[in-house]
């Protein structure tokens, strides 16, 4: 059975910390996806990232996949109370999604 | 253009009931996921559609069961529903295996 495990479980900070999510599975993924989601709504696609050491930004928020594609990390800089959500990250499995348990984040202003 | 749509938004249902739920795609998209989100846990993969056809299972029960049509639409059966039933019912799109994009869900409460 392939898991992926997120960690922190929950993260509070204040607005305009750092801070970094991560996605850990023993198992290799042909990609993984990282979504955000807001409370009674589906997830929503910020990045899908397929090559291993493959990094990529979107505005204040880098994605990095591990150069074995069995890892991922999420990190937010200057956090702002827009991006409080859950973030789960989700490696693709032929026609599936393993999804980890997600990372609550709340960002205090 | 449309995202992925689902329906009911709420649902509630009594111990041993059926329910069905609605799915349609985004446009373009000819595949379509199932997931369950139980409170506090990521979504877990229940089964996918493609052509009409059940592609993949994920660890449900039978009492799970879907369907797709000919427009792409699709839908998910649960019968002789269990408190253990009640979650967020997610719908997700794509075309072929490539990324899927998720419909807002299906709020399931079984009482």
């Known amino acids: 059975t392939q898991l992926l495990e997120q960690s922190p479980q929950f993260l509070s900070i204040q607005e305009g910390e750092n801070l970094t999510v991560y996605c850990n599975s023993s198992s290799v993924f042909s990609s993984l996806q990282w979504y955000r989601q807001e409370p009674g709504e589906g997830p929503v696609l910020l990045v899908t990232?397929?090559?291993?050491?493959e990094v990529k930004k979107l505005k204040r928020l880098t994605f990095q996949f591990g150069d074995a594609r069995k890892d991922s990390s999420l990190h937010i800089t200057a956090a702002q109370p827009g991006d409080t959500g859950l973030y789960l990250c989700?490696?693709?499995?032929?026609?599936?999604?393993?999804f980890g348990a997600g990372t609550i984040l709340r960002v205090k202003s | 253009d449309a995202g992925v749509t689902q329906s009911p938004t709420h649902l509630i249902k009594t111990r041993g009931q059926q329910v069905t739920l609605r799915c349609s795609p985004k446009s373009g998209h000819d595949t379509v996921s199932w997931y369950q989100q139980a409170l506090g846990q990521g979504p877990q993969f229940i089964f996918q559609?493609?052509?009409?056809?059940?592609?993949q299972r994920g660890n449900f029960p039978d009492r799970f069961s879907g369907h797709q049509f000919p427009n792409y639409s699709s839908e998910l059966n649960v019968n002789a529903l269990l408190l253990g039933d009640s979650a967020l019912y997610l719908c997700?799109?794509?075309?072929?295996?490539?990324?899927?994009?998720f419909g807002p869900g299906t709020r399931l409460t079984v009482t």
């Open positions: 997700a799109s794509s075309f072929g295996t490539a990324v899927q994009y």
């Open positions: 559609y493609y052509e009409e056809e059940e592609r």
């Open positions: 990232v397929v090559t291993g050491g």
């Open positions: 989700a490696g693709a499995n032929g026609n599936k999604l393993v």
